[in-house]
C-alpha cells in the first residue's frame, strides 16, 4: 500500500513538470549561460571555463571562470567578486591559473589563492599561450609599431585624444575591417619571462599583425615543446585587401633581445591562407593548416607537416575530400585529431601520420575546441546541438566513454519544448543531391496545417548545422508555430569540394535551383506544411538571396533581408576584403563587369513585389549599410510593401540583448502580419 502512494506521488508530482513544457522564447536565449573558452588541468582533475551572463536589462553581459572536475562534480566559481575574467589557462606545472581580468595578465594558485596581477601593459594583453616549461608566456597586443617603449603608445593616444581634429588620412586599403576602422596600432606578438616579468615585443617595428587580420585561427601561434622557439602567423602581403596569403613563421627565442626586431623564418609556401602552427609533441614537426589557391578564403583547408630538421612539407590530407578546421596533436605525435564540416555536423576526425589512415572518430551534432589530456589518454571538447547550447564533453582517444562535463543550462532546458532536428535530401540543380534540415513547431500536431519558413545560409561558403545558434536559432523560428526548412545549397561546406565551389561565379544559378527545389520538395512530402503562408529569411549571402528571390519569384508571402547584399558593383567599392568578390566574380567589376551585373539583384528591381523586411548594422563594414539604404530606396519608389530596421549601434550580427529582443520581435510580427488566416 505505501509502495503505491509512493508511485502516485511521484505520478502527481511529474504532471505539472510535463505541463509547465512551453515553446522556447528569445527571452530564454538571453537567459541561457553561455559556455566560452576552457583549459584543463595538467593531471586532468579539473576544467577551468567562462561563463558569460546576460543581463537584458542591462544590456550587457558579464564573463567569470568557473572550475568543475573533470567528472562533472564539484562546480564553483573562481574568484568570484571579480567579474570580467576571461581565458583561463592552467601553466604546464600545474602550479598557477593564469587568466585576463580588465586587460591584464593575472596568475592565480588553482584553488583561486594567491590572487596576483602580473602585468601592467598599457596596451593590454589578451591570447595568452604557456610554455610547455612553464617559464614563458606568449600573448598579443596592440601597439604602434614605431613605438620602442610603452610610454610611447600611451603619449600617441592621449595626443589623438586631445586633438580637436578628428580627421583620417588614408594612404592604403584595409583602412578598416568587419566592424573596426584599422588606424594605426598592429596586433604584435609579444614574450613575458615569469619569472623576471620582462616583456618583449617579438615583433618589433613590424608594420604587419599577429594574427593576422582574417583567416587566422585560435592556435595562430604556440611553442615548441623544448620552449626554445615559438611559431606563428602572419600576412606580409603589400595590399591586405587583396591577399589571402597567411604565412607560417618560426622564431627562435634564444636570440630575443629586448631594443632589437628578433629575426623570424618563413617556413610555409603555399600562395594561400597557411595557419594553426602546432608542435608535435615529440618536437619532430610543425603541423598546420593551408590553402592552396590564392584569394580564396574558403579553398580547402588540408593538414600539412613541416620537418623541423630537413625543412621538408608534406601535405597529409592532400587525397582526402575534407577540410580540416582546428588541429590537435595525441601525446604520442602518431595522430592528429581535426574538425571538419560534415554533411549538417562539424565532426572530428582522427589521422594517423604513419600509416595515413583517416578515421571519423565522432560524427554527431556541432563539436569544437579539441584539447588532449597530459597523460593521451582523454579528448576534451566542446559540443553544441540545436536542442543543447554548448558544453564541455570528454571521451576516450580509443573512442570510448563519451561524457558529459559541465550542464550549464539544465534547469531551463527541461522547461523547453524542443522538436528533434530532421533532415531530407532533394535534387537541385543537375540533379545533385541537396540537403536540407527541418524542423517542426512545438507540440506539433501532423493533422493541423502550419506556416512555413525557408531559411538561407550566409557565407557562402557556410552551412546549416546541428548546432544552438544564439543569432539565428532554428528552434526559436519554429517557436512561433512555423515548419523551418534550412537547405544547405551549392556552396555549402561539409559535402566537398566540388559541391562547394560550384557557387563561386554563379550566386543567383545552381543555388536559386537548389534551395527552390528543396523547398518544393517540402511542400509536396510534408502535407502539414501549409502552401499558402510560406516566407524566406537569409542574412549576408542569405541575405543576397533574399534580394534575388525578390526579382525572381513571388511564390513566399514575405521576405526578410538581414545585411544583405543588393548591388555588387557598388559593394565591391565600399567592402574591406576585396579578394572575396575578386574570387566570387572572376576580377573587378570593370574587368568582369557583365558577371557582376549578371547576378546582382539590384538589376531585377522591376520584378520587385513581395513585402520585404530590411535589416542592417551601420558598423558592418563587410557588407556595408549603403547595400540596405539602396535596396530600402528601390522597394519604396517601387511601391513595394517594406521596413527597414536600422541599428546604428551593430554590425553583420545583433550582439545587443535589448535589440536582438527587437530583431526577433520584428521579424516574427512582419511574418504574422503577412500570413493568410
Known sequence: MKKSLIVFLLVLTYIPILAQKRAMTAEDLWAMKRVGSYDVSPDGKTIAFTITFYNVDENKGSTNIWLVNSDGTNLRELLGAKSGKSEPKFSPDGKKLAYIYKDQLWFCNPDGTDDKQITNLYSGVSGIVWSPDSKKILFVSEVYPGCQTQDCNEQKDKAKKESKVKAKIFTELMYRTWNRWRGEKRSHLFLLDVDSKEITDLTLNSEFDVPPLDLGSSKDYSFSPESSQAAFTMNTAKVLATSTNNDIFVIDLKDVQKDKQTPYKKISVSPGSDCQPVYSPDGKYIAFTSKARAGFESDKNDIVLYNRITGEIKNLTKGIDISAGEIEWSRDSKNIFYTADNEIYSSIYKFNIETNKNILFYKENVNRSLKISSD????????????????????????????????????????????????????????????????????????????????????????????????????????????????????????????????????????????????????????????????????SYGGYMINWIEGHTNRFNALVCHDGVFNLESMYGSTEELWFPEWEFKGTPWTNRGLYQKFSPHMYVKNFRTPMLIVHGANDFRVPEDQAMELFTSLQRKGVESKFLYFPDEFHFVVKPQNALLWWNTIFNWFDKHKIK
Do not use: C
Open 376 to 539: 593521451g589518454s582523454t579528448l576534451f571538447f566542446e559540443k553544441q546541438k540545436s536542442t543543447l547550447p554548448t558544453e564541455i564533453f570528454s571521451i576516450g582517444t580509443d573512442g570510448n566513454g563519451l561524457k558529459q562535463i559541465t550542464n550549464t543550462n539544465g534547469d531551463l532546458l527541461l522547461q523547453i519544448e524542443f522538436t528533434p532536428i530532421e533532415t531530407f535530401w532533394a535534387k537541385g540543380a543537375g540533379g545533385t543531391k541537396v540537403q536540407s534540415i527541418l524542423i517542426k513547431p512545438p507540440f506539433f500536431d501532423p493533422n493541423k496545417k502550419y506556416p512555413a519558413i525557408l531559411l538561407i545560409h550566409g557565407g557562402p561558403q557556410g552551412h546549416w548545422e546541428d548546432d544552438f545558434h544564439y543569432r539565428w536559432n532554428i528552434q526559436l523560428f519554429a517557436s512561433k508555430g512555423y515548419v523551418v526548412v534550412a537547405p544547405n545549397p551549392r556552396g555549402s561546406t561539409g559535402y566537398g569540394e566540388k559541391f562547394k565551389d560550384e557557387i563561386s561565379g554563379d550566386w543567383g544559378g545552381k543555388p536559386y535551383i537548389d534551395l527552390m527545389n528543396s523547398f518544393d520538395y517540402a511542400l509536396k512530402n510534408y502535407k502539414f506544411i501549409d502552401p499558402k503562408n510560406t516566407f524566406a529569411a537569409g542574412a
